[in-house]
């Protein structure tokens, strides 16, 4: 059977990206035997220009003229001869993830962005975009979303569900503190490797989620393991992100850090070399990179010695140094060995753990010696680890045409939005509302697309310039 494909283009002012593209695009499908035509959606009005309802309205045209399925296509991008434009029978398909403009890779893992194909039954049931995204950012992750509601992306987990008992800290006064013994107080001035399951809360019930249009954006650390006086150790923050803190013998603060939802069980590992010099910092076995857009470089090298502690106490939850803030979420498991343990040992840990040089094994289903609890409950629960999830995808290249940034881009050291305060209400829109269950996608989407129809032109004879306001 053979399935139209109806390419569909949000567009205003890029003609010249518009006459490269169809000619190429045209020319690489009929190579395929891809039927196919082009809906251009071009928004004629003075308004803010809305990405999202130009592509509601380019697919709903599509479909009008009987369209199996679509891509909603960028106009700057250009694929090589090897993008597979093929019907996407079960699951909506990413192709654009080997971009020109990030070394043929992709921004960041979730990116959902540049070209993606749905089948009609695909796009009714997540409703294609939201309408409510104007100027630049945040439509395509928000149109990801849709999508892992209602099952279309890739969701795998770190070993099999298990029940254990883990400890419940409320944010408030929960907290655990212990003496350390002279192995414990000496490894983390040395080569050492710690490592907690934990699922962290994200508290925006104290401080808002940290958003970087936000111009009173406050940022705040819960500690969940830490050596007070110039902290050593683990947290969790309101940037949605598992962060690690060592400080050299001269003060110089060791810092990494590494992007993760909150409410998902975690693997937290940071593991010190004291002879190369590097420390570590993984999620879930996987050695944070930034060049992934989640997290710093990882080994970070450092040059002076460790800093020594004394006889601080171990604090869990909360810490001394960090003021009235306090961790809220679960912790399962903290374990500790005097030795850097091998990257197969990290991405092993979760079904696994080695007994050489283990020196803490604090668990919350057995007993614990010497361990001063505070308002904490120990409670039976059922451990999932969930990896990233991610969209389905086929590896398509594709050279990005140049045109002037429009999203994150960095003014005196500070990253910020290039559009300003209209990206910025779409960052709030999505992480503050889409991504917490607030807005009703169902009602918003391609089933309410408002707008007034101009004029529709043809290009090259063939396809559809469909004029709108909106």
Not at 43 to 63: E, S
Not at 432 to 437: D, F, K, V
Request: hydrophobic residues 30%; charged residues 25%.
């Amino acid at each position: 059977m053979t399935h139209k494909l109806g390419i569909c283009i949000p567009y205003r002012d890029r003609k010249e990206h518009l006459e490269r593209l169809i000619p190429h695009l045209s020319k690489h499908l009929n190579e395929k035997g891809i039927e196919h035509s082009f809906y251009v959606a071009h928004q004629v009005d003075d308004k803010l220009f809305n990405r999202g309802t130009m592509k509601n309205i380019a697919a709903k045209h599509a479909f009008d003229d009987g369209c199996d399925y679509i891509a909603w296509h960028d106009v700057d991008m250009i694929p090589n001869e090897e993008c597979d434009y093929s019907y996407p029978k079960d699951n909506p398909i990413h192709i654009a993830t080997e971009l020109s403009k990030y070394n043929y890779g992709m921004s960041y893992p979730e990116y959902f962005g540049g070209v993606i194909l749905f089948t009609k039954e695909q796009v009714e049931k997540t409703n294609g975009y939201s309408n409510e995204y104007w100027d630049w950012g945040m439509e395509d992750d928000d149109l990801f979303w849709r999508c892992v509601q209602e099952g279309y992306a890739e969701g795998t987990t770190l070993g099999n569900k298990y029940e254990s008992n883990v400890a419940y800290f409320n944010g408030l006064d929960s907290k655990i503190t212990f003496r350390p013994n002279r192995e414990q107080r000496n490894a983390i001035s040395n080569s050492h490797t710690i490592s907690v399951l934990v699922k962290a809360d994200q508290q925006i019930e104290k401080v808002p989620i940290w958003l970087i249009g936000d111009s009173n954006r406050q940022f705040v650390e819960y500690p969940i393991f830490r050596k007070p006086g110039y902290d050593w150790g683990l947290s969790f923050n309101n940037s949605r992100a598992y962060t690690a803190m060592l400080w050299d013998r001269n003060k110089t603060h060791l810092y990494q850090w590494i992007k993760r939802y909150e409410n998902q069980w975690s693997w937290i590992t940071l593991s010190v070399n004291t002879d190369k010099k590097f420390i570590h910092f993984y999620l879930n076995g996987e050695e944070s990179d930034s060049k992934l857009g989640t997290g710093t470089d990882s080994p970070l090298q450092y040059t002076e010695p460790l800093k020594k502690y004394g006889m601080e106490p171990f604090q869990v939850g909360y810490s001394d140094g960090n003021g009235e803030t306090y961790f809220k979420g679960y912790i399962s498991q903290i374990k500790m060995w005097d030795r850097c343990l091998s990257k197969t040992e990290i991405k092993n840990i979760h079904k696994e753990t080695s007994n050489e040089n283990l020196i803490l094994d604090l668990e919350f289903s057995k007993d614990l010696d010497n361990v001063e609890m505070q308002n904490v409950k120990i409670i039976a629960d059922s451990i999932i680890i969930p990896n990233t999830i991610l969209p389905y995808r086929k590896n398509g290249r594709f050279e990005c045409l140049p045109h002037e940034d429009e999203g994150l881009i960095n003014v005196d050291g500070i990253d910020k939005w290039a559009k300003g305060e209209t990206t910025a209400k779409n960052e709030e829109r999505y992480i503050l509302q889409m991504q917490q269950g607030k807005i009703d996608y169902k009602s918003d989407g391609i089933n309410s697309i408002n707008y007034e129809l101009v004029s529709i032109d043809t290009i090259n004879n063939q396809h559809k310039m469909i004029n709108v306001k909106i």
